[in-house]
């Protein structure tokens, strides 16, 4: 069983998640478990390696558009980041530059 470790950055995520009800607790502790226990989950998870910025990284679908990111490395299954494709993977809007 790998231990757990969980980024500032994902509990902020996951409790931003949990207050909006965009998660369903039941399927997300099914996920983090089989990933704990290293059980492989049903192909609906589309569980596959990320590259860019979370490069070493790996994704799983709790819903078609609420994505854990982690990270397993010797004993230690490292959550990173939960949330959509947009929140996670968009670049933030670059600032208007006012000309005078």
């Known amino acids: 069983m ?42 609906r998870f589309k569980d596959h390696a990320l590259s860019g910025t979370y490069k070493g990284c790996r994704e799983r679908h709790i819903k078609p558009d609420v994505l854990l990111v982690y990270r397993v490395k010797g004993n230690v299954l490292t959550l990173v980041r939960l949330g959509s494709h947009s929140e996670l993977f968009c670049k933030p809007p670059t600032p208007l530059i006012t000309l005078k």
């Open 2 to 43: 790998l231990e757990i470790e969980l980024k500032k950055k994902f509990t902020k995520d996951l409790k931003k998640h949990i207050l909006n009800q965009k998660i369903e607790l039941e399927v997300f502790d099914l996920v983090v478990e089989n990933l704990r226990n290293q059980i492989p989950l049903d192909k």
